[in-house]
């Protein structure tokens, strides 16, 4: 088990953002990323999770008033499964890349399929 303070677990979560290409970063669209501690109870092994309208489901009134999309970034379990610091540097930007890649709209068996799931 690896662990890091809060303030370093949101720079790597940050850094993993950085990371997206930048045509990427620029389509995203109402979408805010969170850190917490621990998931759910009823799902405790759970790193990440996206909560939200993908971007290929909005249609042209979607926006007016919508509340942003959330993408939270569980650090227990991530810091639980990790033995060093790279190797949990390097599952928070996997973690980042497949949350953000839900916004996009891509499902856990396209995830799978390009090797990311």
Do not use: K
Not at 9 to 31: C, H, S, T, W, Y
Request: glycine share 8%; proline share 6%.
């Amino acid at each position: 088990m690896q662990h890091l303070s809060d303030t370093e677990f949101e720079a790597a979560v940050a850094e993993a953002l950085d990371g997206i290409p930048a045509e990427l970063a620029r389509a995203m669209d109402n979408v805010v990323v969170l850190v917490e501690q621990e998931p759910p109870e009823d799902d405790p092994d759970l790193l990440g999770v996206y909560d939200g309208t993908p971007l290929t489901e909005r249609d042209g009134w979607w926006a007016a008033g919508a509340l942003p999309d959330r993408i939270t970034i569980f650090q227990g379990p991530l810091e639980r499964m990790c033995r060093s610091v790279d190797e949990l540097r390097d599952e928070i930007a996997i973690t980042v890349v497949h949350e953000v890649a839900h916004h996009f709209g891509i499902d856990d068996r396209h995830l799978h399929e390009l090797g990311w799931g």
